[in-house]
């Protein structure tokens, strides 16, 4: 096993930092044209990738937050009219399970989605994909599957709306 050296400790600090300043710049641009923070297009984003409707611990899941995350987020959005939750979940015994609930995109969450997800795409663009080459993405792929302890997963390059490669 490597030694934790200056070397690495400098790493990880200015991966962090790195990661949190191209954070700050694609949620800065999101804010500025839509309103909205990258943390809520996250929520939204995820839902799109279930298919439109999730239950609430599947999107914490999918966006590695606490549960209690995800269920403010999901208020806000729901008070937007962005998202709605329906409980149509059934326990044992045919009673209502108020714990099962899906939460489903809008109709104006769709579209909404839709438009924004054209200035998240652009903002990604500016901020991170034009400074790398292909073999440094593959390289990064590589590292985040080494320190997720799990190989990189396949990339689904097509996006969810057109269904074209991007």
């Not at 300043?21 to 939204?44: C, K, N, Q, T």
């Amino acid at each position: 096993m490597p030694r934790l050296d200056a070397t690495r400790i400098g790493v990880w600090r200015d991966l962090r930092i790195t990661i949190d300043d191209l954070a700050r710049r694609v949620d800065g641009d999101l804010r500025a044209e839509w309103d909205i923070s990258l943390a809520w297009f996250d929520v939204l984003a995820s839902l799109q990738r279930f298919g439109g409707s999730a239950r609430p611990l599947d999107l914490a899941a999918d966006l590695r937050i606490p549960a209690s995350s995800i269920s403010r987020q999901l208020d806000r959005l729901e008070e937007e009219g962005w998202v709605a939750r329906n409980r149509s979940g059934e326990a044992p015994g045919g009673a209502a399970d108020l714990r099962a609930v899906e939460v489903e995109l809008t109709r104006t969450g769709r579209r909404l989605w839709r438009e924004m997800n054209v200035s998240f795409r652009r903002a990604v663009q500016v901020h991170f994909a034009t400074h790398l080459a292909d073999d440094e993405v593959d390289a990064l792929r590589a590292v985040i599957g080494l320190l997720t302890d799990s190989p990189a997963d396949p990339v689904d390059d097509r996006d969810p709306v057109t269904d074209d490669p991007s």
